[in-house]
């Protein structure tokens, strides 16, 4: 007996702990005896119809966590070569902005890593995926631009080396003025003739800047 607490005995086996599994529907599953010696035993239940409904959230692993760090050190590189107008029309935390106007100041390579390794670290605390979709409309409409001028490009050397050309753009464009663009092309062909200044071939470029429609040029 335990002086202490006459009532428990030092002897391990007389307090022994019995674990009564449930089976599904909570009803527990009654003992076969009694225990001998008067030993007590204690008992708990499980509700594991009700453990099985509830569904563990572990934490992200290791490799994700770091997937998702290079991901916002990613984002923070495209917004640090965004320009400031850009910038203005992004709903960034001033912290945020501050850090990517610093960063432009710094030259040396080390300063330039560790500010954006801060960045990065600032990225973690908002929302990045409307910065995202904003980031993928400015590099779709950059995408179209560039195709834009190509085909302005080549709409030029097709007008100074193929005299069917003009007739096949006026077909596609009727709101081109015809005397105009020829004029320009004879004299743009002159100009390459005798080595002079190509204005009137640059000309033409502007001009079918204002009659081709940048929307409707497709990607090379």
């Known amino acids: 007996m335990n002086p202490h607490h006459p009532d428990i005995d030092d002897d391990d086996d007389d307090h022994e702990v019995e674990v009564i599994q449930v089976h599904p529907g909570g009803k527990p599953k009654q003992p076969g005896h009694q225990p001998e010696g ?49 910038l203005a029309e992004l709903d960034l935390p001033e912290n945020l902005r501050d850090a ?28 990045p995926t409307p910065i995202q ?5 400015w590099s779709g409409t950059s995408k ?10 080549r709409w030029r050397d097709r007008l100074l080396e193929d005299s069917d050309a003009l007739t096949e753009l006026l077909s596609q ?32 470029f502007q001009v079918l800047r204002d009659i081709i429609p940048q929307d409707g040029a497709t990607h090379d």
């Open 100 to 127: 990517l106007t610093e960063l432009k100041r710094i030259h040396k390579f080390g300063a330039i890593r560790r500010q954006m390794q801060y960045i990065g670290r600032l990225m973690r605390d908002i929302d």
């Open 144 to 153: 179209q631009h560039v195709a834009w001028q190509h085909l302005l490009e």
């Open 133 to 137: 979709e904003k980031l993928a409309v």
């Open 38 to 86: 008067g030993r007590k035993r204690h008992t708990f239940q499980i509700d594991q119809s009700r453990a099985e409904e509830e569904e563990v959230e572990l934490p992200p692993s290791k490799t994700k966590v770091k997937k998702q760090m290079h991901d916002l050190q990613d984002i923070g590189e495209q917004l640090a070569a965004l320009s400031k107008e850009q």
């Open 173 to 204: 464009y009727p709101t081109a003025d015809a005397q105009h663009l020829r004029n320009l092309i004879r004299n743009a062909i002159k100009e390459k003739e005798l080595g002079k200044p190509p204005k009137n071939y640059r000309e033409i």
